[in-house]
């Protein structure tokens, strides 16, 4: 990871400890907090058992924000290296 993208990764992660320790938190929120800056992007990730169930969690929501517009999205697992 270069140092911009860690960079922005810290500042994620700081983000979501604030959600962690805000008053109405509940405990059970799940998030997944995305920040970018040019070519460079951090992620933070919260309440997930683990990335696959978060990255699941993202797939539908980013789904039914297309539906939402009229539109129908489709991912597809491609084999590759690593």
Do not use: K
């Amino acid at each position: 990871m270069d140092e911009e993208a860690s960079r922005l990764t810290r500042m994620a992660d700081d983000l979501i400890e604030r959600l962690e320790a805000h008053p109405d938190a509940s405990g059970n929120e799940r998030a997944v907090l995305f920040l970018t800056e040019g070519d460079h992007g951090g992620i933070a990730l919260s309440g997930y058992p683990n990335d696959g169930a978060a990255m699941g969690e993202l797939l539908a929501h980013v789904s039914a924000v297309f539906a939402a517009n009229g539109r129908h999205v489709m991912f597809l697992p491609v084999a590759g290296e690593g």
